[in-house]
């Protein structure tokens, strides 16, 4: 699993896209994020990788011009409207996404290059249409454009996904988070949709699951769990073992990311 201390999920509410992510039309804001904290930008930490994926989710809608819709993990945080333009983009990352703790391999910069690369949380009241993530997410790799592997799987994995969370009497949201959170206390809500290429085609299907950090009875709240050659077949026990019941399945396990974004191995 490539290591990420955080995971940019934009909703495009599409099921497919070009090859890679940023060459699409409506790539504005890879393009800027990559810029700025891709290899040689100036927002660049080789100890804090961020990926960044589209996701089939649909965008919610916005009254004050072109936006994006972003979730966060691990963050477990959703933005309605996540601007486009690089200053305003650039705001957006140094109060939600930098690391809050810098390596120790930073101690040999000045403080004031080591302040630079750290979370600015005062900035975070710029973007007042944010809220926690309170649902499960599952994300299934359905990059079709990329690997036509996952372009098989994803959709049957989605469908099956579904399924067995309504089973199991989850509701599966399919509308664009509001200002509120879902009330749990009616049941249990979950999301479930395709991304783009996650990496290990040779791993398809592969399954990125997160479990907010509001459910703290779950022995894996605020944590993310990858699974790799998820067949239709294993999705009932996916469902049971790990998101029901809290387990890791550790034939299906490539990686996970624990609360505050550190690696987690079995």
């Not at 963050?75 to 120790?104: D, I, M, N, Q, W």
């Not at 996650?198 to 993310?224: D, E, Q, W």
Request: proline share 8%; glycine share 10%; net charge neutral.
């Amino acid at each position: 699993m490539p290591a990420h201390a955080e995971q940019i999920l934009l909703s495009t509410g599409r099921d497919d896209w070009s090859s890679k992510i940023e060459d699409e039309p409506q790539g504005l804001a890879v393009r800027e994020i990559k810029k700025l904290m891709g290899r040689g930008g100036k927002m660049s930490d080789p100890y804090h990788n961020v990926m960044i994926t589209n996701s089939s989710f649909a965008a919610s809608p916005s009254d004050s011009g072109p936006a994006s819709s972003a979730f966060l993990f691990p963050s477990f945080k959703y933005v309605s409207e996540l601007p486009t333009s690089p200053a305003e983009l650039e705001s957006f990352l140094r109060g939600f996404v930098l690391p809050k703790k810098l390596h120790s391999a930073h101690s040999v910069l000045s403080p004031d290059l080591q302040h630079n690369m750290l979370r600015q949380p005062e900035l975070q009241s710029q973007f007042p249409a944010v809220r926690p993530v309170d649902e499960i997410l599952v994300l299934i790799c359905g990059h079709g454009s990329r690997d036509s592997r996952c372009g098989t799987l994803g959709p049957l994995l989605r469908d099956e996904f579904s399924d067995q969370l309504s089973a199991q009497s989850f509701s599966v949201l399919s509308s664009p988070p509001t200002s509120s959170s879902p009330d749990s206390s009616i049941s249990p809500s979950a999301r479930v949709g395709v991304i783009s290429h996650i990496g290990g085609h040779k791993f398809a299907g592969n399954v990125i699951i997160y479990i907010p950090p509001s459910m703290t009875g779950h022995a894996l709240a605020g944590r993310g769990i990858w699974y790799g050659r998820v067949g239709p077949e294993n999705v009932e026990g996916i469902v049971r073992e790990t998101i029901v019941g809290g387990k890791v399945i550790q034939d299906l396990f490539r990686g996970g990311v624990g609360k505050g974004g550190n690696v987690m191995r079995l």
